[in-house]
């Protein structure tokens, strides 16, 4: 349990860091100067115009860019430990440090204006690195994979399908670091029936802010535990984390039909995740500006298009609801029986039923074939203006009216995929940083644009039209992923949660050393 500070002491806590802060904003570092010091300088790079820096002063949105005073190659967690050790107490002023996993942050989350950012697959190369270890546990009845924070999500699956098992929660993408998704939530269509990736997690070797090397899980260092875990980078480094793993399936059925209404798209969506056997619900709007296929998944033929794109233009905005079930060879007998139960009373449109029978993996790993088309024609490295949000079930019609139709439809702005699925709060433990609404049952919303260079401030500027109208209805929603520019925000952001995340920022990272892009504290 945290030591609970009084707000006096908070107040005067956070007076005396933002003061220190804004002097190191202005503070320019002398890399050789100061890191000379520390015997990993050799794995530290502090030329302003190297590849490193520029690697790492953007991002995969493509809309901010920090340039660091180094970048840090850890060739174990040891020199990830002594750089922040050193920012700590080592130094009259610290430098900020951030760790980063694959990049593909939106906004510049994992950047370290002047100060440093850790390389984290670096590790990989490491004799050392904890990499992937898979263990299975007969007292508990399941199994768990030991996994380097650095890890990518797809090289876990393929690691843990050798031994016939898998994690339950993933992300739409693979290639996304493990550290990376638990620190913000690690959300899909499987979060309704497992949760997010952060309630599959056991126990975790964490960084903090202090330069300390602490192992936590739900009863050891457990205020550190729930704090890391959609914590936004602020309270420590993930260097392994043990993840939950079940029997893997071999394949899945995979189906997607359509919808000219929203009220019954959503209404079946909310039945399908209320009832036992789904593995997988997801959502999503197709219009001119956001054909039926697109990056996510290749799902229609050519014939199949061409229809879809008829019922476009008859109703300006298409509805798509996407389920899959998981098989195997004892199962295969009975699945397209249990499909049928289930989607029994579906209000779909007559005749708009898609099928595909997939592996596992391929199902899983749909992303990466649109990103490698993309990347073929040059339309991958581009600025991604993306908006996620967590919309309450009271709320999503008026969000959907207000929003699809009045904001994106009619302004056909939007390039990229747009995502509509609920899930619940049942799975989500409130000890955890993130934030979600407080009703039962809450939407996921991705407005996923991708846009020329010349182009995302218009994109932005939309996304920001449509949080205007979500507080001017009063609509309270959350974002995920988020990012605000004020303190007052941030603060309205967390709401009843601000306080202790202040308290455990003071515990964790006092001199607010860790992940200063996301301009929490700084």
């Not at 906004?107 to 898979?134: C, D, E, H, Y």
């Not at 433990?429 to 995302?456: A, K, Q």
Request: glycine share 8%; charged share 20%; aromatic share 12%.
């Amino acid at each position: 349990m945290a030591k609970l500070y009084s707000p006096c002491y908070l107040i005067i806590f956070f007076t005396i860091s933002h003061l220190v802060m804004s002097f190191i904003g202005k503070l320019h570092l002398k890399p050789y100067d100061v890191f000379s010091q520390l015997d990993i300088a050799t794995r530290l790079i502090s030329s302003a115009d190297s590849a490193a820096t520029v690697a790492t002063s953007t991002d995969f949105g493509k809309l901010v860019q920090e340039t660091p005073a180094a970048v840090l190659y850890p060739s174990s967690t040891d020199d990830i430990v002594k750089l922040v050790h050193f920012s700590n107490n080592g130094i009259s002023v610290p430098f900020g440090i951030a760790a980063r996993g694959h990049g593909h942050s939106v906004r510049g989350q994992a950047m370290a204006p002047n100060g440093v950012v850790v390389v984290m697959n670096s590790l990989k190369n490491s004799n050392n690195m904890i990499g992937i270890r898979v263990s299975w546990d007969p007292i508990l009845g399941f199994g768990y994979a030991d996994v380097g924070g650095e890890q990518l999500w797809v090289d876990v699956l393929h690691a843990t399908l050798e031994h016939g098992l898998a994690p339950v929660s993933w992300t739409d993408y693979l290639y996304l670091s493990v550290g990376g998704t638990l620190s913000n939530a690690g959300i899909s269509g499987q979060t309704f029936r497992y949760g997010p990736q952060i309630s599959n997690v056991l126990e975790m070797d964490v960084i903090t802010g202090k330069g300390e090397f602490v192992t936590c899980s739900e009863h050891t260092n457990s205020e550190l535990f729930f704090a890391v875990l959609g914590g936004l980078g602020q309270f420590g480094i993930i260097t392994r984390a043990r993840i939950v793993l079940e029997k893997a399936p071999t394949r899945v059925k995979w189906i997607r039909v359509l919808y000219a209404d929203f009220s019954k798209f959503t209404s079946d969506q909310e039945q399908l995740i209320s009832i036992d056997g789904m593995d997988y619900v997801e959502g999503s709007l197709t219009m001119n500006q956001s054909p039926p296929n697109n990056w996510r998944s290749s799902f229609f033929s050519h014939s199949n298009q061409s229809k879809i794109l008829s019922l476009i233009s008859k109703y300006g905005i298409i509805y798509c609801l996407e389920m899959v079930k998981y098989y195997d060879d004892q199962s295969a007998s009975t699945v397209d029986e249990e499909l049928h139960k289930m989607m029994k009373g579906l209000n779909f449109l007559s005749g708009h039923i898609f099928k595909k029978d997939a592996t596992f993996v391929d199902f899983l790993n749909r992303v990466k074939k649109g990103e490698l088309k993309l990347q073929s024609k040059g339309l991958w490295d581009v600025p991604h203006p993306w908006l996620n949000l967590f919309v309450p079930k009271s709320s999503i019609m008026d969000f959907n009216a207000g929003v699809f139709v009045d904001i994106i439809l009619k302004q056909n702005k939007t390039t990229g995929s747009i995502l509509v699925y609920p899930t619940t709060r049942i799975k989500w433990d409130d000890r955890m940083s993130v934030v979600i609404p407080e009703e039962e049952t809450f939407y996921c919303v991705g407005l996923l644009h991708s846009c020329g260079f010349n182009d995302w401030e218009s994109l932005d500027g939309q996304n920001e039209e449509i949080l205007n109208y979500c507080e001017k209805k009063g609509l309270k929603i959350k974002q995920y992923l988020p990012h605000y520019r004020t303190k007052e925000a941030w603060m309205n952001h967390f709401g009843k949660k601000w306080e202790v995340f202040q308290q455990r920022k003071s515990q964790f990272d006092p001199k607010m050393i860790l992940s200063p892009g996301q301009k929490i504290f700084n």
